[in-house]
């Protein structure tokens, strides 16, 4: 792309030395890109990283029309750069977007934009083991009225942030609660994108799992209360007998990309694997009679994330001895073995820059 106009910063921070925290520390610019009625999608551009001013009566800061992504920039041992899947994140950013009713951008132009700021930023991937930069854009509604329609003026961002490894001792099975009180997404509503509403909606649930010593919680459906649909913020597999399976995509579920990965890894290794409809009775009878062998999360933060102990009521469902043999370490070091360039990518995945 030509015309993309890069602001540099007069000021550089210092780059950190350790990174304890998630989401803390940003790197010193940003892409920006505007809406209006008149342009559409234009004046994409570089600047440095700094407060952006808003109108008090912008429309997302009333009424949450506001949509994100995430992925991450890796730097392999050779010091090249590596994003994943990374045009996939940009088409479900439409597909969010047409969700709340934003005009839809170019998304390989986005993507052009972004190998350009990610470039800039290079010195910014830290490159100990497990470590990445994440990568977060957004679009929010700027335009200042207080009427309830779609917004004619629209800012998108993207910002950098250096993360530290996500298992700094070792893969670590979680413990979840499956909430039954509180509902994620129904279908019908924002659940299939990554709005920002849906996590306002999860918050309180995640809080009060957390007092009660849990590190996640486990979604059932909306209305019955009876079919699994997510973990957290990630989707979730079990393997149950040899058979791998995972809620079938059925409009409350994010369409997540490491789900997606997974499911096409396991048909390659000729491991059977199915979406489907999944009641959370199922999974404890299978706990029960013993064929319950792993389960786990998947998503761009954690990669693959065992389970090892899950609430149901007043069953404790437990799987404790996850190893190299188990197909959730095997997929784990798979997947970051692409994303780090020490396992070749026969998927066409990765995206070098
Ligand atoms: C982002 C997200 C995921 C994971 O998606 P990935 O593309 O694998 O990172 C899963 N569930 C929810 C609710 C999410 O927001």
């Not at 440095?48 to 730097?75: R, T």
């Not at 920002?196 to 909306?222: P, R």
């Amino acid at each position: 792309m030509e015309n993309l106009i890069i602001k540099k910063t007069t000021m550089p921070k210092e780059r950190p030395r350790e990174i304890k925290s998630f989401g803390t520390i940003f790197t010193d610019h940003i892409l920006v890109m505007d809406y209006t009625k008149n342009n559409g999608w234009d004046n994409m551009r570089i600047e440095p990283y700094g407060s952006i001013a808003l109108d008090p009566s912008a429309c997302a800061l009333h009424y949450g029309q506001g949509v994100f992504e995430g992925l991450k920039a890796y730097k392999t041992k050779n010091g090249d750069i590596q994003l994943f899947r990374p045009l996939d994140n940009f088409l479900r950013l439409n597909r969010s977007c047409a969700k709340v009713c934003i005009p839809q951008l170019d998304a390989n132009m986005l993507l052009d934009g972004l190998e350009q700021l990610v470039k800039l930023e290079k010195d910014w991937i830290p490159e100990e083991e497990g470590t990445s930069l994440y990568i977060r854009p957004y679009i929010i509604a700027t335009e200042a009225f207080l009427g309830v329609r779609p917004a004619v003026e629209y800012k998108l961002l993207i910002i950098l942030s250096p993360v530290g490894a996500y298992y700094p001792e070792g893969l670590k099975p979680v413990k979840i609660l499956v909430e039954e009180n509180y509902v994620r997404a129904v279908r019908g509503g924002l659940g299939e994108a990554k709005t920002m509403a849906n996590y306002a909606a999860s918050l309180l649930a995640a809080e009060e799992a957390k007092k009660k010593g849990f590190s996640q919680v486990l979604w059932l459906d909306g209305v019955e209360r009876k079919y699994v649909e997510e973990v957290g913020t990630m989707n979730i597999f079990f393997k149950i007998n040899g058979k791998v399976s995972t809620p079938a995509l059925n409009g409350s579920i994010l369409q997540g990309i490491t789900r997606d990965s997974v499911i096409q890894v396991l048909q390659k290794w000729e491991i059977p694997v199915e979406e489907r409809k999944i009641t959370i009775d199922e999974i404890v009878a299978a706990s029960k009679n013993g064929t319950l062998e792993e389960i786990f999360g998947t998503g761009t933060a954690a990669v693959i994330s065992p389970v090892g102990k899950m609430a149901y009521g007043n069953e404790l469902l437990s799987i404790e001895d996850y190893d190299d043999e188990s197909l959730s370490i095997k997929l784990y070091n798979f997947l970051t073995g692409i994303q780090y360039g020490t396992v070749q990518d026969d998927f066409n995945w990765i995206k070098r820059i």
